[in-house]
């Protein structure tokens, strides 16, 4: 007897691969100090402008198709959960940006809060998007975003998990 591997039992490895990832960093997240006490007050100003200045070169990157740059930002062992529920890598996500199959004409980013728990730095922000896709289906609308950083062993910081849902309006259809 032979079984086939489907492409839902794929999703579904996927999928637990996923939230194993989130439910790690979550863990990390809750039992690690968010103020890190003995963090001199001057280099959680420095973290938070590296911070400040990735999510710019993140916009910018979105806004311009830059798989290059995107490719910078994000980890090996990326993993996203797009607005439309489904998984993207770090190669589907590179793959995607620059096939230029979804184009942004503004991308503006507001309500940005960012927290640190030791290495790790866990971003949230409301995203005010206008654009379409190459079907021409319009994406524009508003989204709330998490974005989780890691400080890697060369002290850069790299995405490792992204996360985007609509804000849908009353009455707004799917």
């Known amino acids: 007897m032979q079984f086939a591997v489907t492409n839902p039992s794929m999703h579904m490895s996927r999928r637990l691969a996923l939230v194993s990832m989130l439910v790690a960093v979550l863990a990390q997240a809750a039992f690690a100090n968010p103020q890190r006490p003995g963090m001199p007050r001057a280099q959680k100003h420095d973290a938070r402008h590296e911070i400040d200045q990735l999510e710019e070169a993140w916009r910018n990157a979105i806004l311009t198709s830059n798989s290059a740059v995107m490719g910078t930002l994000l980890a090996d062992d990326y993993m996203a959960i797009t607005a439309r529920g489904t998984l993207q890598t770090k190669e589907q996500a590179l793959a995607r940006l620059a096939s230029g199959r979804v184009h942004y004409t503004s991308l503006e980013l507001s309500d940005r809060k960012v927290r640190f728990?030791?290495?790790?730095?866990?971003?949230?922000?409301?995203?005010?998007?206008?654009?379409?896709?190459?079907?021409?289906?319009?994406?524009?609308?508003?989204?709330?975003?998490?974005?989780?950083?890691?400080?890697?062993?060369q002290g850069k910081w790299k995405i490792v998990s992204f996360e985007a849902s609509r804000i849908r309006q009353p009455g707004e259809r799917r």
């Open 117 to 153: 728990y030791g290495t790790t730095a866990l971003v949230t922000s409301l995203a005010q998007a206008t654009g379409s896709n190459s079907d021409g289906e319009d994406i524009s609308g508003s989204y709330r975003y998490t974005r989780v950083y890691v400080r890697n062993a």
